[in-house]
């Protein structure tokens, strides 16, 4: 687009008294972005009444949404090692309105080692392919990468289904935000990146799709005989009659090991099983589990994206669901916020504070996943399925030739730039972190807070996961004289004041004008941990 249209556009579509909707129509989807960013740009500089110019964004944005629906092809950025779309650091999946455009992203993100392969979907089947978005759980769409581009929601293109009242038994089965994690975590650990950011951002992906492994229901392949067959009733569901038999189907890995199957959705069961030959039982994870019982495992997705839960993944899942059980009940917990304990300080040392942050000092963000883009790791705390021999084309595969992210002119949603010191001396939350300091002759007054806000404890906890030495912290509140805080005690070897720096900086965005005092478990502090459940405690999750 030369600068002669640009005007042209601009002229006609944002600065004229009237625009028509039929020439809005004619315009190209990459004309329409233009538009839609140069009026925004125009209202910022009071170019033109700013309700028109909202009134013509506002039409710009309808007419886009209807070219994208109505477009003789788009194509679609997937990757190729997990063969799924391409999610990038925003969580967005790429859009191309052109061949043109598409091969162009290709070229340049080839160079960058993010191998991606542009699948062209024609007019025929873009609906569909919006409805996978909905199954997969990709929802956020960046169009024309490399090119004026905006954001479109996959929502805004096609709604989510309405089921009302249809009976739960006759709504397919999908599970987006298990899929979501699956392609993300995946193709996280699929890029070569280092450095405790990246491994941290991996564990917290990794994280989120033990999450949703435990709470999905699946579809198990299965074939009914029966001697008279039974009847399925106004929902469609069958009250099986005494001497049938359920066959589930089962999968040969490598030796003599069996393997159950199980899918997240119709899509992926039809990738392995006709459904004209194979029904399905609907089954929760530990109903798979118990199936699964006498056979060496389940793999999930066998032919998409494959995830072995062998022996140790179930021990590591159960793991991993009593810590969310124990993390629940403890939040549940209502404690008062006067001390349950007192004790005199007459004996207590006074701790050395040369190395602490004081109350002034300058508090950074943490910046924890953004971070972790920037770096490259072979530290991958799951493995794909190479121990199932099922499919060798299928699947994600834990490849040493990673991909790698960089910044450039087109935007890859990755941020590669350190955040810059934030200057917060006069700042409530910045001038609320110290070490403890008790003075001889204190009385402490130490229990439970009443309320940890959620933001506080999220960013403290991401905080504690990143540090090796870290084994225990536990966070209480403490009266210390007039003055009273939150407390946090560490357990922990290394290097005291870059821990808690590291803490404090984590900690400062989210007090709202608290204080938070640190120390470590040693000494005076020790006493306070009697029978004490852990805010903190270092886990290590890993699929083997």
Same mark, same amino acid.
């Given at each position: 687009?030369n ?5 042209? @556009?601009?002229?006609r579509?944002? &600065?004229s /008294? ?7 129509? %004619?315009?190209e #989807?990459?004309?329409?972005i233009?538009?839609i960013h140069?009026?925004k740009?125009?209202k ?6 700013a ?21 003789e ?6 990757e190729?090692?997990?063969n ?10 790429w ?6 455009y ?9 160079q960058q ?10 007019k ?16 956020k769409?960046?169009?024309?990468n490399?090119?004026?581009?905006? @954001?479109?929601d996959?929502?805004? &293109?096609l /709604? ?7 009976? %739960?038994?006759n #709504? ?5 935000d298990l899929?979501?994690?699956i392609i993300?975590f ?8 280092s450095?405790?950011?990246?491994k941290?951002l991996?564990?917290e992906f ?5 999450y949703?492994v435990?709470?999905?229901k ?12 039974s009847t ?16 589930f ?12 199957p199980?899918?997240?959705d119709?899509k ?7 459904k004209?030959?194979w029904?399905s ?17 389940i793999v999930v ?9 062998h022996?140790?993944?179930?021990q ?6 009593q810590?969310?059980d124990?993390a629940?009940?403890?939040?549940s917990?209502?404690?008062?916020t006067?001390?349950v ?9 006074t ?12 508090a ?8 972790a883009?920037?770096?490259a ?7 794909a399925?190479t121990?199932?021999?099922i499919d060798p084309?299928?699947?994600a ?5 990673a991909d790698?992210?960089t910044?450039s002119?087109?935007?890859n ?8 010191p934030v200057e917060?001396?006069?700042s ?16 402490l ?7 940890v806000?959620?933001p506080l404890s999220?960013s ?7 540090q090796?030495?870290v ?5 209480k509140?403490?009266?210390k004289?007039e003055?009273?805080?939150y407390?946090?005690?560490v ?5 005291q004041?870059?821990?808690f ?9 989210y007090?709202?004008?608290s204080?938070l ?9 020790a006493?306070?941990?009697r029978?004490?459940e852990?805010?903190?405690k ?5 699929f083997?």
């Amino acid at each position: 687009m030369n600068e002669k249209r640009k005007d042209e @556009l601009g002229r006609r579509f944002l &600065l004229s /008294p009237y625009i028509l909707i039929d020439e809005c129509n %004619e315009l190209e #989807i990459q004309e329409l972005i233009f538009l839609i960013h140069s009026g925004k740009h125009l209202k910022t500089k009071e170019a033109a009444p700013a309700k028109q110019l909202d009134e013509r964004i506002s039409l710009l944005i309808n007419v886009l949404h209807e070219k994208v629906r109505d477009a003789e092809a788009l194509y679609i950025a997937y990757e190729k090692k997990t063969n799924y779309p391409y999610i990038d650091a925003e969580d967005r999946i790429w859009m191309f309105s052109t061949e043109e455009y598409a091969s162009h992203a290709a070229d340049y993100f080839m160079q960058q080692q993010l191998m991606l392969e542009m699948k062209r979907v024609n007019k025929e089947d873009l609906m569909k392919m919006f409805g996978e978005l909905h199954m997969l759980g990709l929802q956020k769409i960046l169009v024309d990468n490399g090119q004026y581009h905006t @954001l479109l929601d996959r929502d805004e &293109l096609l /709604p989510p289904p309405e089921f009302g009242d249809t009976p %739960e038994i006759n #709504i397919p089965v999908t599970n987006p935000d298990l899929q979501h994690a699956i392609i993300r975590f995946f193709q996280f650990i699929g890029t070569r990146r280092s450095g405790e950011g990246a491994k941290q951002l991996a564990k917290e992906f990794e994280a989120k799709m033990l999450y949703e492994v435990i709470r999905a229901k699946y579809l198990v392949p299965m074939q009914l005989e029966e001697k008279v067959p039974s009847t399925p009733d106004e929902q469609g569901r069958k009250t099986i009659k005494e001497g049938a038999r359920i066959q589930f189907a089962v999968l040969g890995g490598e030796g003599d090991s069996k393997w159950l199957p199980v899918f997240t959705d119709w899509k992926e069961f039809e990738k392995a099983y006709d459904k004209k030959v194979w029904s399905s039982n609907i089954a929760t994870y530990d109903d798979i589990v118990a199936i699964s019982a006498r056979m060496n495992g389940i793999v999930v997705n066998c032919r998409g994206i494959p995830i072995p839960i062998h022996e140790k993944n179930k021990q590591m899942i159960e793991a991993y669901r009593q810590e969310l059980d124990s993390a629940s009940a403890e939040a549940s917990k209502e404690a008062p916020t006067e001390a349950v304990q007192e004790s005199n300080t007459d004996d207590v040392p006074t701790e050395a504070t040369s190395d602490a942050p004081d109350r002034t000092s300058d508090a950074v963000p943490n910046e924890v996943s953004r971070q972790a883009l920037n770096d490259a790791s072979a530290d991958a705390p799951i493995k794909a399925a190479t121990d199932v021999t099922i499919d060798p084309s299928a699947g994600a595969q834990n490849d040493s030739q990673a991909d790698r992210e960089t910044k450039s002119s087109i935007d890859n949603g990755a941020q590669n730039e350190s955040a810059a010191p934030v200057e917060t001396k006069h700042s409530p939350s910045a001038a609320a972190i110290e070490e403890v300091k008790v003075p001889q002759g204190t009385t402490l007054r130490i229990g439970e807070p009443s309320e940890v806000p959620e933001p506080l404890s999220h960013s403290l906890k991401a905080c504690l996961k990143k540090q090796k030495g870290v084994k225990k912290a536990y966070l209480k509140w403490m009266v210390k004289g007039e003055e009273q805080s939150y407390l946090l005690i560490v357990d922990f070897e290394g290097s005291q004041a870059e821990l808690f720096r590291d803490i404090a900086q984590a900690a400062s965005p989210y007090l709202n004008g608290s204080l938070l005092d640190i120390t470590d478990s040693k000494g005076w502090a020790a006493e306070h941990l009697r029978d004490a459940e852990p805010f903190y405690k270092k886990k290590r999750f890993g699929f083997i």
